[in-house]
């Protein structure tokens, strides 16, 4: 039996006059046949992954800064730092920024490691940590701070630390707790309370006994 002839192929329709002409695609079409394909609007994953990648690292540096920025550092802010003299320039007081403090007050020199802003006494190293403190911020006075400390101290004579004290805004207060690395060196965490805000000045302070009474000697 004979097999019918194949359809003719219908000639294309003309298109409408004012239709817009039909789209050419850059990309030629594919070696194995086939329409090209548009350009995708999107960007490849390569290129998603490779951006995303450069933001978290920029994210992270910014933070770091910030949070370097945030914290202050390791550099020293006030002028507590110059009221001693030693070897290094990084000696003294130096100044960290603090979120917040607490003040507790001890009865007892004999109290370690406590928040404390009492009178202090020359009965231990703490206590005439906390005493020295006492002057300098309650008495604001040079002269008292220094009589507390050793006549080899690395604080300045009282002419010259008078000045640094008077730099503290009346009305500052403190709070310094107290931490025995030994019998006469004390890590010291002092907690300044300005109406500014708050600052915390940490260091090590060496104590040392002269006839019975103990005196700041070194700050670090």
């Not at 005493?131 to 009282?158: D, E, I, K």
């Not at 965490?189 to 700041?216: A, H, N, Y």
Request: glycine share 10%; aromatic share 6%; net charge neutral.
């Amino acid at each position: 039996m004979a097999r019918p002839p194949p359809p003719r192929a219908r000639p294309p329709r003309p298109r409408p006059a004012g239709l817009p002409p039909r789209p050419h695609w850059r990309h030629p079409p594919a070696a194995g046949g086939g329409g090209g394909e548009p350009p995708s609007r999107w960007p490849s994953k390569k290129l998603v992954v490779g951006t995303a990648a450069g933001v978290a690292v920029v994210a992270l540096l910014g933070g770091t800064i910030w949070g370097t920025a945030l914290s202050g550092g390791d550099q020293p802010t006030d002028t507590a730092l110059a009221a001693t003299t030693s070897a290094s320039e990084d000696d003294g007081l130096p100044i960290l920024d603090l979120p917040e403090a607490t003040t507790t007050t001890a009865a007892s020199s004999e109290v370690d490691d406590e928040c404390r802003a009492d009178r202090g006494d020359q009965n231990s190293g703490a206590g005439v940590i906390a005493a020295w403190n006492h002057a300098y911020y309650v008495q604001r006075s040079g002269a008292a701070a220094r009589a507390l400390a050793t006549p080899n101290s690395s604080v300045v004579p009282a002419d010259q630390l008078q000045p640094f004290i008077d730099g503290v805004p009346v009305g500052t207060n403190y709070c310094v707790r107290t931490k025995a690395l030994s019998e006469d060196v004390y890590l010291v965490d002092l907690s300044e309370m300005r109406p500014e805000g708050v600052q915390r000045i940490t260091q090590t302070v060496t104590t040392k006994k002269i006839d019975g009474k103990w005196f700041v000697d070194v700050f670090n």
